[in-house]
């Protein structure tokens, strides 16, 4: 809480939203710190969540770009890099003496070695038949608390990012916002455009703003283009969101490139650049995502 908290009345729709976004990402600092057991987790999502639930990771994966893709919430200086996902530092994982490795069947093919080392949670977000994401996030946030003991916490965060997502909507739907088509570039030729059933789609589903990019996608939630077929997206006035990291080379070749001149989204102010929002997320990245495309569409203070 602020040193000087504003009065309900005196907040902005903004400055409110933004509360709400950071109290429902924030991890509670270590009250419980003397009873959490040891985990580690070698997903982000989950890792974020943990935050959210009160537990600090006694060490995560990939740890090293949590700020190129996560961002939010910050993780303590205390957790230790395990090295990347598919390589994890196995004498490293030993040495910690986890009580819990939670992981999820993007790395299935650890599960004999991992579980030689400790109790493996296994939670399913990113898989084959599971649909939406959104509500598969939610559904695993809730069998996560079960397994750690952390029920309270875990409806109480829920909460909170159920009344984000309604201020949300409640902020856009006086705004007739444009349909907008989300991508990373890959490189100056290719993109990765977000649809259902991903994190991103759900999201707008959530906060009322329709996607541009009507094509089915894979059960990450993407699909793999040239930069030409973004000439399928129907709507000349929707906008196109790219999300960082951009690779230094992309804007500056497609700026030039007589394909791009051609696209709706040449025109001004129909290109956005975003902060990174993890797109391979749980709660916690869908309600960045939400509060960094609310902050675009409608940027009243």
């Known amino acids: 809480m602020p040193a000087n908290p504003v009065p309900f009345s005196a907040m902005s729709r903004?400055?409110?939203?933004?509360?709400?976004a950071a109290a429902a990402v924030a991890g509670h600092t270590p009250a419980f710190a003397q009873s959490a057991p040891r985990i580690v987790s070698l997903d982000y999502g989950l890792a974020s969540t943990l935050l959210s639930l009160g537990i600090?990771?006694?060490a995560v994966s990939d740890l090293a770009d949590w700020d190129k893709w996560v961002v939010e919430p910050v993780m303590p200086p205390s957790v230790?890099?395990?090295?990347?996902?598919?390589?994890?530092?196995?004498e490293l994982l030993v040495a910690l003496k986890p009580d819990i490795i939670l992981t999820t069947p993007y790395l299935d093919e650890l599960l004999p070695k991992l579980k030689q080392v400790a109790k493996v949670v296994r939670l399913e977000i990113y898989a084959p038949g599971i649909g939406p994401i959104l509500p598969a996030a939610i559904a695993a946030t809730r069998k996560l608390a079960v397994a750690i003991d952390r029920?309270?916490?875990?409806?109480?965060?829920?909460?909170?990012a159920d009344a984000f997502f309604a201020e949300c909507r409640a902020r856009l739907a006086a705004k007739s916002p444009p349909l907008v088509a989300l991508v990373n570039f890959m490189d100056a030729r290719h993109a990765r455009?977000?649809?259902s059933p991903g994190l991103y789609h759900n999201v707008?589903?959530?906060?009322?703003?329709?996607?541009?990019?009507?094509?089915?996608?894979?059960?990450?939630?993407?699909?793999?283009?040239?930069?030409?077929?973004l000439s399928r997206v129907a709507d000349p006035d929707a906008r196109l969101i790219a999300f960082e990291p951009v690779p230094a080379d992309v804007l500056p070749k497609i700026m030039q490139s007589p394909l791009w001149q051609s696209l709706p989204f040449a025109r001004p102010g129909h290109l956005s650049i975003l902060p990174p929002a993890l797109m391979f997320?749980?709660?916690n990245e869908a309600m960045r995502f939400g509060r960094l495309l609310t902050d675009l569409l409608d940027p009243k203070e």
Do not use: K
Request: aromatic share 12%; charged share 20%.
């Open 56 to 58: 600090v990771p006694l």
């Open 80 to 90: 230790v890099n395990l090295g990347s996902s598919w390589e994890v530092n196995f």
């Open 151 to 160: 029920e309270t916490e875990a409806e109480g965060f829920l909460a909170r």
């Open 14 to 20: 903004r400055a409110l939203l933004r509360t709400m």
């Open 193 to 195: 455009i977000y649809a």
């Open 204 to 229: 707008l589903e959530r906060i009322g703003v329709r996607n541009a990019w009507t094509e089915e996608s894979n059960y990450w939630g993407f699909q793999t283009i040239a930069i030409e077929n």
């Open 281 to 283: 997320g749980m709660v």
